[in-house]
């Protein structure tokens, strides 16, 4: 099993910043990738971001390229997501999923949809006011 923990949401005006981080616990050696995905009041959730555990490869929606970044720090079992030039659109709970064991390299169909994740952190939320 692996326990993840959401922290860093807040409220921001449009055009600000904010970076979430998610701390993995458990049998992180077992995961291949860790993500962001968001669910804003009445909408599905959906994905944000998600990079590889073990190698380079990363992947966002596109309507974040460019404004989020996302990066991962191993030895604090720790997974970021930078957030800039927030938008009113970008209000949301975000959460924070992992993905276990796989063999073969990553593709965004892996990850892209909230069934590819094994693991679910509670959620934090962004409320970016206009």
């Known amino acids: 099993q692996v326990q993840l923990v959401e922290s860093g949401g807040g409220l921001v005006q449009a055009g600000g910043s904010l970076r979430l981080s998610c701390a993995a616990s458990?049998?992180?050696?077992?995961?291949?990738?860790m993500g962001w995905f968001r669910q804003a009041p009445g909408k599905d959730r959906e994905f944000v971001a998600a990079?590889?555990?073990?190698?380079?490869?990363?992947s966002l929606t596109d309507s974040v390229k460019g404004r989020f970044t996302i990066s991962r720090d191993n030895a604090k079992n720790t997974v970021y997501l930078q957030m800039n030039s927030l938008k009113p659109e970008d209000t949301a709970v975000y959460y924070c999923?992992?993905?276990?064991?796989?063999?073969?390299?990553?593709?965004?169909?892996?990850?892209?949809?909230?069934?590819?994740?094994?693991?679910w952190g509670k959620g934090t939320l962004v409320t970016v006011s206009s």
């Open positions: 999923a992992a993905r276990g064991p796989q063999q073969r390299p990553l593709f965004y169909s892996d990850v892209g949809d909230p069934k590819g994740m094994n693991y």
């Open positions: 458990g049998r992180t050696f077992s995961m291949s990738a």
């Open positions: 990079i590889s555990w073990s190698s380079s490869w990363t």
